[in-house]
């Protein structure tokens, strides 16, 4: 009895220090790496089951056969090609603006990034029809295969592309590029001082535009090109084995985690750089002819993207009639999307905010905290719905499996460290001093989350509600697997529908979400101008550390 005293007085001295906020970080933090990791983790429990079960599972997975690296050799060749073009692509449309629209640019480049939330099969499907009016003339040009896919890959990433590579050519010092003005050509200072510099940031966002291509299989599945990303869906359909489909899938995975590790120090890179949107030159640089025709061509290829994905939708919609018909014939599927999305934003917001405190933290702590929101870039998306379904469909947790909650789990394992590293951005250059103060004077927590903390991060919280309702409507990979029956989404609908040509009900389906992710897309963009415009009249801490 005495020693139960002393436990019982340890534990109240012990937690007696610890306040409701600090609980409620803990168990935020542990519901994120829970929810984030658990695909992993049911991947990894089931593999050990199946090899204590002496199955053959185990064996068949590890021969890597003539095609498997075939599969691998074209996933990583046809992620190279895409993002090397992405890259280029965005460093001209980047300095084009620099040069015509230099007081027009952020607002240019904030409505491009709108349109980074489309679905990828959607503009494969406007490309289809430009593709198939080409081979009509061009007998020879392919209508599908490799090349048509790396097209369509290009034209749905370059919103990002565009975005990342200002981004990056902003964390480089404008002190510096002034001063290099003074003795070189405007065209050798980018060469030689902002090129460099950059690089960093550049690779990381090569590294991105890499790992979204690699792990994405809709638009090669819709062009008949195989990779690897849509073989491990294809095998887990076949065989039914989660253990199979995990093993079959590690050596795309260490390709996955080794760009990650290469590209980590330019992630930071991007998401520190302060003041993204202002200009970098005093006086819109002079460039040489030749390259002018580079950026001249480069703005042409967005402007036709632009193009070809609304005059395609709405010419294949033709009229409102089949437009409204077409959404009220899958109200269903469309609330239901919607109800997604929500849930979505929902969960991962105030997880968000505590793992993004633990990211502004030095040393190991931080570490950690940027592993667990850079992890999910490394898991194919059809991986992470074979691990929701093998980690939440077992006899344990038959009685609470959430099947129609299965889509949300799976998107905000997807995405919700993405809302981690927006928030981690927006508490970065917020002076730590209101929060201390709000800690002396205020003893309600209530009131310093109403009052502080709220108001302060309201701009990124916005930010971050946009990114994840855009990125959750135009989820596939993981909700096709993870869908339960009777419920199906828009995107899984319209890809289902897309095999069978490219008709009037389907290009309605794909304008109403395109639609939906612009509206998504424009809310975003107006919290972050609203975050630009209240920074000038915020008191904002930079240390020499960052933080």
């Known amino acids: ?45 089931e593999a050990i089951r199946t090899s204590l079960s002496g199955s ?10 003539g095609r498997r690296i075939g599969l691998l050799f074209s996933s990583i060749s046809l992620a190279t090609l895409v993002a090397t073009a992405g890259i280029l692509v965005g460093t001209l449309v980047a300095t084009f603006l620099w040069r015509k629209f230099r007081s027009f640019a952020p607002v240019i480049l ?5 349109l980074a939330g489309i679905p990828p099969y959607i503009h494969a499907l406007t490309w289809l029809d430009v593709f198939a009016a080409i081979h009509a003339y061009f007998p020879l040009f392919p209508v599908s295969g490799w090349l048509p896919s790396a097209w369509v890959d290009l034209m749905a990433l370059l919103p990002i592309a565009i975005f990342l590579c200002w981004v990056a050519f902003a964390s480089v010092d404008v002190r510096l590029i002034e001063a290099a003005r003074v003795f070189r050509p405007d065209m050798t200072v980018f060469y030689r001082i902002i090129l460099p510099l950059a690089a960093p940031a550049l690779g990381a966002a090569f590294g991105f535009l890499f790992l979204i291509c690699c792990t994405d299989y809709s638009v090669p599945s819709l062009f008949g090109a195989d990779i690897y990303a849509l073989d491990i869906f294809a095998r887990f359909s076949a065989t039914g084995s989660a253990t199979q489909a995990f ?28 003041n993204w949107l202002s200009d970098r030159w005093g006086n819109p640089p002079v ?4 390259y002018r025709l580079l950026q001249g061509i480069a703005a042409g290829i967005v402007i ?3 193009l070809v994905l609304f005059s395609g939708l709405i010419l294949s919609t033709s009229t409102l009639g089949t437009f409204f018909g ?11 999307t919607l109800l997604i999305a929500a849930s979505v934003i929902l969960v991962s917001l ?32 059809p991986l992470i719905g074979i691990g929701m379904i093998t980690f939440w469909n077992n006899p344990s947790l038959a009685a609470v499996y959430p099947g129609i909650l299965m889509p949300v789990f799976a998107a905000v394992a997807r995405f919700a460290p993405f809302a981690a590293i927006i928030l981690y951005v927006q508490m970065r250059f917020i002076d730590p001093a209101f929060f201390e103060a709000a800690e002396i004077f205020s003893r309600s927590p209530w009131k310093k989350w109403s009052r502080v903390r709220l108001p302060l991060l309201a701009p990124g919280l916005l930010v971050s509600a946009g990114i994840l309702a855009t990125l959750s409507l135009a989820e596939l990979g993981a909700t096709l697997i993870v869908a339960p029956p009777g419920h199906t989404t828009m995107t899984i609908r319209i890809y289902n529908y897309i095999h069978y040509g490219a008709s009037g009900e389907v290009a309605g389906l794909c304008l109403a979400i395109t639609l939906l992710t612009l509206a998504a897309g424009i809310c975003a963009i107006a919290a972050l101008q609203w975050l630009y415009r209240r920074s000038g009249n915020m008191v904002f801490y930079c240390g020499s550390d960052g933080e």
């Open 304 to 306: 036709l993207q632009i």
């Open 56 to 65: 053959s599972d185990l064996i068949s997975p590890f021969n890597l056969s």
């Open 247 to 274: 093993l079959y899938a590690v050596p795309l995975l260490l390709v996955t985690i080794i760009v990650i590790f290469l590209s980590r120090s330019g992630i930071r890179t991007l998401a520190q750089t302060p």
């Open 326 to 336: 077409s959404v009220f014939r899958s109200s269903d599927e469309l609330v239901y």
């Open 350 to 381: 105030p997880l968000a905010i505590a793992v993004a405190g633990e990211m502004k933290k030095p040393g190991i702590r931080g570490s950690f905290a940027w592993c667990i929101a850079l992890a999910p870039l490394a898991i194919p998306a």
């Open 287 to 290: 460039f040489p002819w030749y």
């Open 110 to 114: 904030l409505l491009l990034l709108a």
């Open 1 to 45: 009895m005495r020693e139960m005293n002393r436990s019982q007085h340890f534990i109240r001295k012990y937690f007696s220090g610890i306040s409701l906020s600090t609980v409620i970080h803990i168990a935020a933090i542990i519901i994120f790496f829970w929810l984030v990791f658990s695909p992993v983790i049911g991947l990894i429990a």
